[in-house]
């Protein structure tokens, strides 16, 4: 009898910390991935909960007065110009910057303004 509590207690354990662990939320990067699916630019606002904004390959967008981001993931096949302050990039395809900062336009990338 007592090695069947034991081994109950054991499993109760294991069974609780196993549940826990699964329920955690995902890091980050995981999360970054699984919400900017192919074929668009996404916009992850620093305001934790505000949505991703979803920009579709070849579309522009602009941001009247800017849009605070997080971070900015291209999933598209092609390279975007991201236009913001303090500064502007280019953002290849299949990339991702993770900082935060001001987002005034983006567009698919001909030649960027520096």
Known sequence: MKINRNVMAATAIAL????TFAA???TAASQAAAVCPAGYLCLQPSASSARTVLVKQGDSRSFSGG???SQVSNQT????CVSGTPYGY???ARKTVT???TVL???PAGVCAA
């Open 16 to 19: 609780t910390t196993a549940a």
């Open 24 to 26: 955690q939320p995902a």
């Open 67 to 69: 849009l605070q981001v």
């Open 77 to 80: 096949g092609v390279a975007y």
């Open 90 to 92: 280019t953002l290849g």
């Open 99 to 101: 900082r935060d900062h």
């Open 105 to 107: 336009s983006v567009k």
